[in-house]
């Protein structure tokens, strides 16, 4: 039986990759193509086994190779796509995966660390954080509190006119408020087509979280956080302690406040 041993991170793996070894099987006649997760990569080995035992499933050519030795003559698979999956096009990975790769976050931090400025990936993991607490503290789901503040800022880096052209497509009606607000409502659209997030709470949160015009305890958790995140150098114990006990209450006083600051700070009439 012809087989062969190919070696890459497959960190993750993905459907480019998956397509590259299908083609060479049936190019070359292989009856077999044994997979091997080489040691270096940002995800620990086990954890990158594991998708790709998920993801090349379908495929009966396609098998992991499970010898505890590193073996010899392997091919190795260089591919870009593991890099550009990794910064934020979650839909380039293996079909089998990609829930992974939204609900458990494994390359949240180095897409954040891509799409956001080093100010904004601190910024958005000290909001994470807060979010957490919170969720925690109110018997919520925790880790999606925390995937909501890990992903609320994912666009605000983006150009005005990136921006804008997504916002005449999805949400026309806003782009009457400031350019400052609109990554929220650009954040959700490319979470959902790029990185395949289909949780309806957290898109809403992201949607609502600069106007504070959210009704739901995800959607005040996020506006909290946002900010009274620690990284913003004031004391924002008296919030974090309302939050913790009444989050309706916590997020009407840190809205206050926010109004009080733009009307005396920045001379705006909110």
């Not at 009704?215 to 995140?229: P, V």
């Amino acid at each position: 039986m012809k087989t062969c041993i190919v070696s890459a991170p497959f960190d993750p793996v993905t459907h480019e990759e998956i397509r590259r070894l299908l083609n060479a099987a049936k190019v070359n006649g292989f009856r077999k193509i044994y997979l091997y997760a080489s040691e270096e990569g940002i995800l620990p080995r086990r954890e990158r086994i594991r998708m790709l035992k998920l993801a090349i499933r379908p495929w009966r050519r396609l098998e992991l190779y499970e010898g505890s030795d590193c073996p010899e003559n392997m091919i190795p698979l260089n591919s870009r796509s593991e890099v550009t999956v990794r910064q934020g096009r979650y839909d380039l990975a293996a079909p089998g995966i990609k829930k992974i790769l939204i609900e458990e976050g494994p390359y949240l931090s180095e897409t954040l660390n891509h799409l956001c400025s080093p100010h904004r990936a601190a910024h958005s993991r000290s909001v994470a954080m807060v979010c957490r607490q919170l969720a925690e503290a109110h018997g919520m789901d925790a880790d999606q509190a925390w995937r909501a503040g890990m992903m609320h800022d994912m666009t605000k880096g983006f150009s005005d006119e990136a921006n804008g052209k997504i916002m005449k497509v999805y949400t026309p009606e806003m782009m009457e408020y400031s350019p400052k607000v609109w990554h929220s409502y650009t954040a959700p659209v490319y979470l959902y087509h790029y990185l395949g997030l289909r949780d309806h709470k957290i898109l809403e949160a992201i949607r609502h979280h600069t106007l504070a015009d959210g009704t739901g305890d995800l959607d005040r958790i996020l506006y909290i956080a946002d900010k009274i995140e620690p990284s913003r150098g004031y004391d924002a114990s008296k919030e974090m302690e309302l939050s913790r006990q009444d989050l309706k209450k916590g997020a009407e006083l840190v809205l206050a406040e926010s109004k009080q600051y733009m009307r005396e700070k920045e001379g705006l009439n909110v």
